[in-house]
């Protein structure tokens, strides 16, 4: 099944040097998509989605990839 992803950011807070992103994952029909994986391109940095297709994930720095 093929989804296109729709990335609202509710939130981006800088702490001690950090970023939190929030976000919902939406498919192309605007429904939760649960249970996804979110990471950076570095392998090393990454969160799930939960059950509403919300998640939250620090950053270091912005821009990521």
Not at 15 to 34: K, M
Request: aromatic share 8%; glycine share 8%; charged share 15%.
């Amino acid at each position: 099944m093929r989804y296109v992803f729709l990335l609202w950011l509710l939130s981006v807070v800088s702490a001690q040097a950090q970023i939190l992103v929030s976000g919902h994952l939406l498919d192309e029909r605007g429904q939760p998509v649960p249970y996804a994986s979110i990471a950076l391109t570095d392998g090393r940095t990454g969160t799930a989605s939960n059950e509403e297709g919300e998640f939250s994930l620090k950053l270091p720095t912005l821009p990521q990839q």
